[in-house]
């Protein structure tokens, strides 16, 4: 009986193994009976205006389209991928899923993610194509074909408190442009008033690598170089080192790496480097207390700033032709000129439209009211994808190089010795 | 067949040969019928997942039925122990039972031979306001203590600078974070081992305590020659538990404090195995700390044993 019930869990694990298939066909061409299809979002998960804008989205989809069912399905950022990864496991196949961008590699190959040239006829992608800007499209590529259809996201800006500014003798008028700038007016409102210089957003649990590598891009650094790691290598490595001497300098504050935007809104904090979809929450916050103002992620010296991208793509998941088309139609609803008129207002990313910004049926009303969107929106000409990583290990990998870069940051010993070892143990977990 | 399996196995073999085949298959199966829904569970939720566990610590996969698992052999365990990361996880769990010991056996013990001699009410408010910290939520008490610790508006910061003392970042500084999540995962277990040693305390036959006044002993000498080892069953109880899960008990507040930091601070195997299956999807790497905890607590636990049959005292 035991030597059975060993045998039953064995085939049933034979099983779940054998049914997961790959088939890349192309979709059908229109959804002519009732559909539902599962959306694994992270805003729908938020506590913010962003679930409540993502619901009426999805509510006016569906009303435009009768035959399709949309059901949103919440799960936190730093757990979506799990959990659609566990879901297909468990053989509940997910349709459409937003997952963010360092898992893009892993997504296309290992979660059989459909490419969009695949699945959709070549005019009609290019029609919905256009108008979109090309730096965004780039970002969710792998090996030439589109995985991710880039929807939420922004890049770092750079949020000060004025008021610390002028307690500590600076002129707000006049944000830090450069590192070095930045650099003295964080050790300036350390002495002066004794609440925290400078703080990026890049070292916390759920902020992923995107600041980071914004800033060590903007150097010319890279995080790798094919298969071969070189976050410790030249610019990359400049970079880590110039944090680390605005931390010796008291400039770059110590703080709880995974709550700085607390910090921030609670007046703690002059300078807070981080993605702009916190911005209406720190808005709110600051109101009565601090005035806010963001400006341009600083820059090294006169070398142009690389902004990454913070944020998400949108993933067809499904491998039935009707919900691929249902998935795709859902994909062309919300990222299209209503929706991302929508989503900046009210959930706070970027439009990837730029012909709705100053189009009065769109968002030229709402850019005039709220100029401070302005540095974010300048910032998307440079946009430069943010790079993940590849292999079975790629998640290891990168928390490896985090640890390594918080280590060489905050640690004791020497940041380039530091973040050469973690570079080497990385590498060892790189496909070869 | 009513009579009792126990009483017809004992019978010398010749006088117990029973009378058909389908009655000797019926005593044979009998005690394992009774003894199965015990031991399916302990298959099915203990003993299968360790031979799985065991299994996947030599394959490289990340639980991806569609991905192929990679026979690695030894590679995992290679990977893991030759990583700084797990030297310190080693190092910091062996820490955090050390640091709890004193609030998971000693506090508690002192408490509850203490509070034994307080009058009715008095014992009972008394008992009960230790209690408390046992029954809020981890989580919950996580967060309260997160805002307690904060460093530039948490109420102890506040405290401390009133004082005129500088300020301590509790769950940021690498050379307070780890002392302070032993104090969380402690402050929660006080109450649990003193509610366990009022019990056993409660329990010790009053005979003993007035025969040895009687004689003249003093107080101290009561608790030291009649109370302690009397007690001892239950302190080897606790220390042993105290071993094998204190560094589990933390995992909530290493979750929801700290991650593990800051710079690994605060990281130990459970949570690293945890880590490294659910952050990273590196089920060899996980499977293959598991084993490593597994080996290195069961040779622990049977050294355990080993002591608490050699040392305790039983009233008998």
């Known amino acids: 009986m035991l030597k059975n019930f060993a045998g039953s869990i064995a085939l049933a694990g034979a099983i779940a193994t054998l049914s997961a298939t790959a088939l890349h066909a192309q979709m059908a061409a229109k959804v002519d009976k009732p559909v539902t299809i599962t959306f694994y979002n992270y805003n729908l998960a938020s506590a913010s205006a962003g679930a409540d804008a993502t619901r009426d989205l999805i509510r006016e989809f569906m009303a435009l389209n009768p035959n399709i069912t949309v059901k949103g399905v919440p799960v936190p950022s730093n757990e979506i991928l799990s959990r659609v990864q566990a879901d297909m496991a468990a053989g509940q196949q997910p349709d459409v899923a937003q997952l963010v961008f360092r898992d893009l590699i892993y997504i296309a190959n290992d979660l059989g993610a459909n490419a969009l040239e695949d699945m959709v006829p070549k005019q009609e992608l290019a029609a919905h194509f256009t108008g979109m800007i090309p730096q965004g499209l780039e970002l969710g590529k792998v090996d030439g074909k589109t995985y991710g259809l880039a929807y939420t996201f922004s890049t770092p800006i750079l949020y000060y408190n004025a008021d610390l500014f002028r307690q500590a003798g600076l002129d707000p008028d006049k944000p830090p442009r450069t590192w070095a700038e930045v650099k003295s007016a964080g050790e300036a409102i350390r002495q002066k008033t004794g609440k925290h210089g400078f703080f990026p957003g890049a070292y916390g649990p759920v902020d992923g690598t995107f600041v980071y590598q914004a800033i060590a891009m903007s150097n010319g650094g890279q995080v790798r170089n094919g298969n071969k790691l070189t976050f410790a290598d030249g610019e990359g490595m400049e970079a880590v080192s110039m944090l680390r001497e605005m931390v010796d300098s008291g400039a770059h504050a110590r703080i709880d790496v995974a709550s700085p935007g607390d910090t921030m809104a609670s007046g703690n904090l002059g300078m807070f480097l981080y993605t702009s979809a916190l911005q209406s929450s720190l808005l709110k916050s600051a109101e009565g207390k601090f005035e806010l103002r963001v400006a341009a992620m600083p820059a090294f010296g006169e070398k142009a700033t690389r902004p990454t991208n913070s ?57 005039a009211e709220h100029p401070m969107i302005r540095p974010n929106l300048e910032q998307l000409n440079r946009l430069t994808a943010n790079v993940a990583f590849p292999g079975p290990n790629y998640r290891q990998v990168e928390k490896m190089m985090m640890d390594g870069v918080r280590e060489a940051i905050f640690g004791k010993g020497d940041a380039v010795k530091t973040l050469q070892t973690a570079q080497t143990d990385a590498q060892r977990l790189m496909p070869r | 067949m009513t009579d009792t399996t126990a009483g017809t196995l004992a019978f010398p073999r010749d006088r117990a040969r029973p009378r058909s085949t389908s009655g000797r298959w019926h005593k044979l199966s009998t005690p394992w019928i009774y003894l199965a829904p015990a031991l399916l569970t ?68 002192a408490i509850a031979i203490f509070t034994q001699n307080l009058a009715g009410r008095a014992r009972t408010v008394y008992r009960t306001l230790i209690f408390v910290p046992m029954i809020i939520a981890p989580v919950v008490a ?56 009022s019990a056993a305390n409660g329990s010790i036959n009053p005979s003993y305590v007035e025969a040895a006044r009687m004689d003249g002993a003093t107080p101290w000498q009561i608790t030291r020659d009649i109370r302690i080892p009397l007690l001892s069953p239950t302190i080897l109880l606790l220390s042993m538990m105290t071993i094998l899960f204190g560094a589990q008990w933390s995992f909530t507040y290493i979750n929801v404090l700290t991650g593990g930091g800051p710079l690994k601070s605060t990281t130990n195997i459970f949570y690293l195995l945890w880590d490294y299956g659910f952050g990273s999807h590196s089920v060899g790497w996980s499977s293959a700390a598991g084993m490593i905890a597994f080996a290195g607590f069961t040779i622990i636990a049977l050294a355990c044993l080993r002591l608490m049959k050699r040392h305790t005292v039983y009233d008998n």
């Open chain 1, 311 to 367: 944020g998400s793509a949108l993933f067809v998941l499904s491998q039935d032709p009707q919900k691929q088309r249902a998935s795709y139609e859902l994909l062309k609803f919300l990222t299209d000129r209503h929706a991302y008129t929508i989503i900046t207002t009210k959930i706070g990313y970027l439009p990837l439209r730029l012909d709705i910004v100053d189009d009065p049926n769109y968002l030229a009303g709402w850019v």
């Open chain 2, 42 to 109: 302990l298959i099915v939720w203990v003993y299968a997942p360790l031979l799985e566990a065991f299994q996947l610590s030599f394959y490289r996969w990340n639980m991806l039925p569609s991905s192929p698992k990679r026979f690695v052999g030894l590679d995992n365990y290679i990977d893991l122990l030759t990583l700084p990361e797990m030297h310190i996880a080693l190092g910091n769990t062996a820490i955090y039972i050390l640091g709890l010991f004193p609030m998971s056996v000693l506090l508690p013990l």
């Open chain 2, 142 to 197: 996580a967060i309260i203590w997160r805002w307690v610790l904060n460093e530039d508006h948490g109420l102890l910061n506040e405290a401390l600078s009133g004082l005129g003392l500088t300020r301590i970042g509790f769950l940021i500084d690498p050379d307070y974070a780890l002392g302070t999540l032993i104090w969380i995962t402690g402050w929660k277990l006080i109450g649990f081992s003193t509610l366990l040693f």
